[in-house]
């Protein structure tokens, strides 16, 4: 069984700057493609971000051009660097396996983009 623990949320100004981290156990996570997904308030969870295995990156339209996905197999970590945030990109941020696995989800991390 795969536990994911994110990290890295809070409260940014406009215009700011998070990176979050997404820590896997198991030694399985490198075969996997990886997604960070977001879930707002009333609103369902959205992909905003994969990556395969081999790192080949895909955006949601809404992100494109300021959200960088990474990962390191070695560290079991998947990243999602947040430039140009905006006050939409508040959301409940988790990582999961692309397409999730419903065990998978952990308790996300909390960004908040206001001044």
């Known amino acids: 069984q795969v536990q994911l623990v994110e990290s890295g949320g809070g409260l940014v100004e406009p215009g700011g700057s998070l990176r979050l981290s997404c820590a896997a156990s198991?030694?399985?996570?490198?075969?996997?493609?990886m997604g960070w997904y977001r879930q707002a308030p009333g609103k369902q969870r959205e992909l905003v971000a994969t990556?395969?295995?081999?790192?080949?990156?895909d955006y949601a339209d809404s992100v494109k051009g300021r959200f960088t996905i990474s990962r390191d197999n070695g560290k079991n970590t998947v990243y999602l660097q947040m430039n140009s945030l905006k006050p939409d990109d508040t959301a409940v941020y988790y990582c999961?396996?692309?397409?999730?696995?419903?065990?998978?989800w952990g308790q996300g991390t909390q960004v908040t983009v206001s001044s």
């Open positions: 999961n396996k692309e397409p999730p696995i419903a065990p998978w």
């Open positions: 198991g030694s399985i996570f490198s075969i996997y493609a």
């Open positions: 990556i395969t295995h081999r790192g080949t990156t």
